[in-house]
């Protein structure tokens, strides 16, 4: 409670003083430009995370019960991660054959679908794709068991 009435008297300052190039008021604004940088860093944290949280998602939702993986199973299941946009982008290309209209429908889906194979394509023939190490058993089945809490990964 007491940061928040902190905050409270800062912003109250900031709307009294006087003169705008004052010490105060270049003091204040520094503050919150700082505070803005803070949060756009944390936000592209956030960001990362969710993404890296979905695709160990996906991957645990499509592991086989049951199953110890091979490198070759392993690969095949990179190679179906990287092609599950197909089924959308067959939908938008019967859409664009159907009509006889000039312009793209669903330009800007397809377009972030294409930019996301393209660099997940990119990811895994150069550095290879961030994942848990499933080729070992203990960990398969820890990932297995994972309940989608990105801290405990």
Do not use: C
């Amino acid at each position: 409670m007491g940061k928040a009435k902190q905050n409270k008297k800062g912003e109250a300052k900031a709307l009294t003083i006087s003169h705008p190039n004052s010490r105060k008021a270049m003091k204040l604004a520094k503050q919150a430009i700082k505070q803005a940088a803070r949060q756009k860093t944390k936000q592209g944290y956030a960001i990362k995370r969710n993404v890296f949280g979905d695709k160990l998602l996906w991957f645990r939702d499509n592991l086989e019960p049951g199953l110890i993986y091979t490198p070759q199973m392993f690969e095949n299941l990179i190679e179906k991660y990287l092609s599950r946009f197909e089924n959308e982008l067959e939908q938008i290309e019967i859409k664009h054959s159907i009509g006889q209209r000039k312009g793209r429908q669903h330009a800007s889906r397809e377009d972030v679908i294409n930019m996301t194979i393209s660099r997940e394509r990119e990811e895994f023939n150069t550095s290879g794709i961030e994942m848990v190490n499933i080729l070992i058993p203990q960990q398969l089945a820890i990932f297995r068991k994972w309940d989608a809490d990105l801290n405990k990964i």
